[in-house]
C-alpha cells in the first residue's frame, strides 16, 4: 500500500514538473519571443541604432511620459488623446517595456521642444544627435524612420488627385513634393506625385496617418530597412564629391599601367651574369 502511494506521490511529482517544465517552455518562448526585437519597430527621436538603443534603455518610461503630457496629446473636445509613445507590453512584439510608436494609431508631432528627449537618463535618447548650430533642440534633425510610398495603391499614381500626406507633412516641400508628370497614354492629364526626400523626412508618420487609403499607400519604416546600399565600386561621375574618386581611379590605373610596363620590361631585360 506504502508502495503504490509512493508510486502515485511519484507520477504526481513527475506530471507536474513535466507541467510546468512544459508552461515554463510556453512561457519562456512567448518572452524570447518580445526579448528579439522586431526589426520594423519605430524608436522616440533621437534614438540611437537598434542595438545599441537595447542595450542603452532601462525601461524607465520617462519618454513616454514626457510624451503623454503634451497638450497636443489633447484631443479638440479637451479629451486626453493615446500619447504618440507606448512601452512595449506582451503580446505587441517588442522588446517589453522599450518605447515606440505606430503612426496610424499616433504619429510624432514633431513638438519643437521635444520633450521626450532630455528626460532620458541612459542616453538611449541622444540629444546631441538633435542639436543644431545654435545648440538648441531640433526636431527636424530627427531620423526616427523614412516614408515610402507603395507606388500601385497611391492613387496618385492612378491619376486621381490627391495631396493628403503632402499637406500632413510638418516639412511641406521639403520632406515631401509634389512631383508634375504628363499621363504620355492620354497626352491630355497629368499625374501629381508624392515624393519622399530622404535627407529631410524625419519618419514621425503624419502623412501615414493622413493617407487616405485603406491600408497607407505611404507609410515609415525604420532607416535601415527603407533604404539600400549603392556600395562603393559605383561612381556617379557628375557629382562633385564623386569626381575625385574619378581622378584618383585614373590615377591608379594610370599607376597600374605603369607598373604593368615596369614589370614587362625587367623581364626583357638582359641580365648579365
Ligand atoms: S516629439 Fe514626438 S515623441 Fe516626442 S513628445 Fe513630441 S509627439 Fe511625443
Ligand atoms: S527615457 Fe530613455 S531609458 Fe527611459 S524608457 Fe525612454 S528611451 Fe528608455
Ligand atoms: S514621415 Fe511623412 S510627414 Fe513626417 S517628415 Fe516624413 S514625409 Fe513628412
Known sequence: MATSNNRRKFMATT??????????GLLWSGYSDEVKASPLVLRPPAALPEDDFLKACIKCGLCAEACVNRESNQNRDGSQRKGTLQMAKGGDHRMIGTPFFVPTDVPCYMCDDVPCVPVC???????????????????NKAKMGLAVVHKESCIAFW????DACYRACPIMDEAITLEYQKNERTGKHAFLLPVVHSDICTGCGLCEQACVTEKP????????????????????????????????????????ERSKQDASEYLNMEVEY
Open 159 to 162: 491619376g486621381i488627385q490627391c
Open 15 to 24: 506530471f507536474q514538473s513535466v507541467g510546468l517544465t512544459a508552461l515554463g
Open 121 to 139: 537618463p541612459s542616453g538611449a535618447l541622444d540629444m546631441p544627435s538633435i542639436l543644431n548650430e545654435k545648440k538648441e533642440l531640433d526636431i
Open 217 to 256: 499607400a505611404i507609410f515609415v519604416l525604420p532607416i535601415e530597412q527603407a533604404t539600400g546600399v549603392a556600395g562603393d565600386h559605383y561612381v556617379k561621375g557628375w557629382d562633385k564629391k564623386d569626381q575625385q574618386r574619378v581622378q584618383n581611379a585614373n590615377e591608379i590605373h594610370t599607376k597600374n
